[in-house]
């Protein structure tokens, strides 16, 4: 009997794929743009409340707050994506995100809604007209008569984006 091993290895999925999925994305407004975000990244919406500052934080970094005996680094996005910067209102709330593990507040102007975006909705981003480093948009994408900013959160919120260290205070 002739057997015949057959390798299948030849289609495995390019390292590359680095596009944005198909899925639900929050929907955020910092200043006259919108936003959309993984839902599966955000744990909560909290309002805001004023955090713990802390010495030597990056000045996007407005402090830490104890969510529930977690240290909850909070992040104020305008001022981590270089927009100008605003006064908080009644409207200001965070997002509590998990981004690879580490959780983590952003300070956004508003949350509109939770849309369905298809991957083939999500353009690639022309790279003048960002006033955001290119690396934190995964694209963009028409939702009627609205243009949504896709992020990266993963890339934005990354301990070295951060300033932080991965290695877990005291001992």
């Known amino acids: 009997m002739n057997t015949t091993n057959a390798a299948h290895s030849n289609s495995q999925p390019s390292a590359e794929q680095t596009v944005a999925a198909s899925g639900q994305y929050l929907t955020l407004r910092l200043g006259n743009e919108e936003y959309a975000i993984d839902i599966l990244r955000v744990q909560e919406i ?48 965070v997002i509590i995100l998990n981004v690879r593990g580490t959780v983590i507040g952003a300070v956004v102007d508003s949350v509109s809604d939770v849309v369905t975006l298809s991957a083939q909705a999500i353009k690639p981003a022309p790279q003048f007209e960002a006033a955001i480093d290119a690396r934190f948009i995964t694209g963009l994408a028409n939702v009627g008569e609205r243009m949504l900013i896709v992020m990266n959160m993963d890339a934005l919120m990354s301990n070295a984006e951060m300033g932080m260290f991965s290695s877990s205070l005291g001992g």
């Open 46 to 93: 909290r309002s805001y409340e004023e955090p713990t500052r802390m010495v030597n934080a990056p000045s996007y970094i407005k402090g830490v707050v104890n969510l529930r005996g977690v240290i909850v680094p909070i992040v104020d996005l305008r001022m981590k994506l270089n927009l100008e910067k605003v006064e908080y209102n009644e409207f200001t709330v």
